[in-house]
Nanobody, 117 residues
Framework: QVQLEESGGGLVQAGGSLRLSCAAS????????MGWFRQAPGKEREFVAG??????YYTDSVKGRFTISRDNAKNTVYLEMNSLKLEDTAVYYC????????????WGQGTQVSVSS
């Protein structure tokens, strides 16, 4: 089992920045690919960014604005979000899957990010 706990969400004005953190516990962190997803009201959950060392992946709408990184020593993955837009408002979830798997197995409880005009 892997436990994930997100933090760092909040209310920010458009154009501002936030950094989300996801602390992982329970298994060897380096054996897992990590990802960030989000779900806006009335919409399906969507992939935002992923890390499968040494590669990172982003959905097109956040490329150049968001950066995913991880600190294996701290068992933590981050999502740095810059130039935030109204449409980035959503609940953001951290997820983990084994490197050999395509199934995102473990999920955090989510953290709210709200962008205001």
């Amino acid at each position: 089992q892997v436990q994930l706990e997100e933090s760092g969400g909040g209310l920010v004005q458009a154009g501002g920045s936030l950094r989300l953190s996801c602390a992982a516990s329970g298994r060897t962190f380096s054996n897992y690919a990590m990802g960030w997803f989000r779900q806006a009201p009335g919409k399906e959950r969507e992939f935002v960014a992923g890390w499968r060392g040494p590669n990172t992946y982003y959905t097109d709408s956040v490329k150049g604005r968001f950066t995913i990184s991880r600190d294996n020593a701290k068992n933590t993955v981050y999502l740095e979000m810059n130039s935030l837009k109204l449409e980035d408002t959503a609940v953001y979830y951290c997820a983990a899957r084994l490197l050999v798997s395509t199934l995102w197995t473990y999920w955090g409880q989510g953290t709210q990010v709200s962008v205001s005009s």
